[in-house]
């Protein structure tokens, strides 16, 4: 039987979550926007492009407020919740803007931003009203917890069959120890806790190794053992997939797995689905379809069932408190393809419509739970240009050290000529054996211009659209 995703004490803390918020919003309007994206998708560098952009006043043609002269100006508030770290803009933009630029780290833990925005609002230009304020709350948090929210619609025995098929279906030596390992135990038997560290510690090798860049597969949950957070050596987190077992006794190294699965869904994935994403108003969905298809289509079909299964956490049934929330309170989801400076912008229509074809399945349900939809190929920070060389488009930038292509190492200063490939036509082909042609290197953040008032300034390819998509219309 699939299990509800949230219980109704959760549901009853959601719906007084939401009463609070729109008590409180009574005095200042405030918009929770949910940057939500698989690890390393993007989402730290979108959320302080976002903060950098607004607090800056950045170039954004495409932004209505602010081109429309509306925008007065945007500045960082206090967060109304205390015990959430808050996001570490200044360092961030310190590591892109410094003497050596370069990306901020993974993240660890979760963390939120409150900007506070002015604009003059329309009704002002009628004479009626003056400067109005809008809170826009953000929350980071590492991509790799987001494969955790299907869990809370299997049990443990359907999460195990899933899991092992996959394994079994992998080719690397690491899935094959965990295969072997399993076979060595019985699971019926009393539990010893030496069994249960091994298992838990092989599974999670095999997790690692499942996202390299060879494979860069992005569906296999629990997520935090990758990324554990606190919860480093917690109990909640010594569990791995078994087979069936029908005779397993209360005390049985199946029965306290299991028992450690209910209570990780419990203690670790319940509390972020409630306290974050049943609060938002607005969603971004970030996707780096490039690296996946430059992995090939098994990595392209694994990040598609990935995108579908987090985003069913959003599909409609009475039963399923998601649909409520998508109808009453998100209304608007942006589908975005980021870091499309690692292709021309020739690619760019074409990268869009892979993307759309990936989320086609979820984006049907989220519109007809009534929800605006829209997508687009961004990058948030553009670190290459264009150009041409030998009569073909190219992009130019600096490879990260250590980035090699067709035998060639580079060491990071060096700057190059790129032809990155193009992106086919028909969007199926991604898909479909073969794949897709690329040539495909990690830049290093590009060298920042300044403003007037000596603040870098962010290139950016199509953040302005995503931007007014997102909150263009409360800034009215
Ligand atoms: N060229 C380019 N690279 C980008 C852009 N955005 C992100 N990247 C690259 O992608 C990496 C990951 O970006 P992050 O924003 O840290 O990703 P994340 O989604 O926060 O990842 P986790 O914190 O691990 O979940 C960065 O280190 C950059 O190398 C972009 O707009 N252009
Ligand atoms: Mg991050």
Not at 32 to 46: C, D, N, P, Y
Not at 347 to 364: C, P, T, Y
Request: charged share 20%; hydrophobic share 45%.
């Amino acid at each position: 039987m699939p299990q509800a995703p949230t219980t109704i004490t959760d549901e009853i803390g959601i719906a007084l979550g939401n009463l609070a918020d729109a008590a409180t919003g009574v005095l200042t309007p405030t918009l929770r926007l949910g940057v939500t994206g698989l690890s390393r998708a993007g989402k730290t560098i979108f959320i302080t492009a976002l903060v950098h952009n607004l607090l800056t006043g950045g170039r954004l043609p495409g932004f209505a407020p602010l081109a429309e002269g509306r925008f007065i100006g945007a500045r960082l508030a206090e967060s109304p919740e205390a015990g959430i770290a808050r996001f570490a803009y200044e360092q961030h933009l310190a590591a892109l803007s410094g003497s050596e630029p370069h990306w901020p780290e993974s993240t660890r833990r979760i963390s939120q931003l409150r900007l506070e925005l002015k604009f003059q609002s329309q009704s002002w230009w009628s004479g009626r009203a003056g400067p109005s304020v809008l809170n826009l709350d953000i929350v980071d948090y590492p991509g790799e917890w987001l494969l955790d929210l299907p869990l809370l619609s299997l049990s443990f025995a359907e999460w195990s069959a899933q899991a092992l098929a996959r394994a079994g279906g992998a080719t690397g030596a690491e899935a094959k120890n965990y295969l072997e390992l399993v076979q060595a135990v019985d699971a019926t038997q009393p539990t010893r806790e030496a069994d249960a560290e091994r298992l838990a510690a092989a599974f999670t090798d095999y997790l690692r190794a499942s996202r390299a860049d060879e494979h860069a597969l992005s569906a296999l949950p629990p997520g935090r053992f990758l990324m554990p957070g606190d919860l480093e050596g917690s109990p909640a987190l010594t569990f791995a997939p078994l087979p069936a077992a029908s005779a397993a006794a209360r005390g049985s190294l199946y029965a306290t797995l299991e028992h450690r699965f209910e209570a990780y869904k419990d203690v670790v994935v319940r509390p972020f689905f409630r306290d974050h994403f049943a609060r938002l108003d607005r969603q971004v969905l970030l996707v780096d379809t490039l690296r996946a298809l430059n992995a090939g289509p098994v990595a392209v079909a694994d990040l598609e069932t990935a995108l579908t299964d987090i985003l069913a956490c959003f599909r409609q049934g009475d039963s399923n408190p998601f649909l409520r929330l998508i109808s009453r309170r998100i209304d608007r989801i942006l589908f975005a393809a980021t870091k499309a400076d690692h292709v021309h912008h020739t690619s760019h229509d074409r990268l869009e419509a892979i993307l759309n074809r990936l989320v086609a399945r979820a984006s049907r349900r989220a519109k007809f739970a009534g929800a605006q939809t829209g997508s687009v190929a961004l990058a948030a920070i553009r670190a290459t240009r264009e150009g041409r060389a030998r009569d073909v488009d190219v992009i130019i930038g600096t490879p990260q050290a250590g980035e090699a292509l067709d035998g060639a190492v580079y060491d990071g200063k060096t700057e190059i000529a790129l032809f990155p490939g193009d992106l086919p036509a028909d969007p199926q082909k991604a898909l479909e054996a073969g794949g897709v042609d690329l040539n495909f290197l990690r830049f290093l953040p590009p060298r920042l211009d300044r403003n007037a008032e000596g603040a870098p300034m962010l290139p950016h390819i199509r953040f302005d659209r995503a931007l007014d998509f997102l909150i263009g219309d409360w800034l009215r």
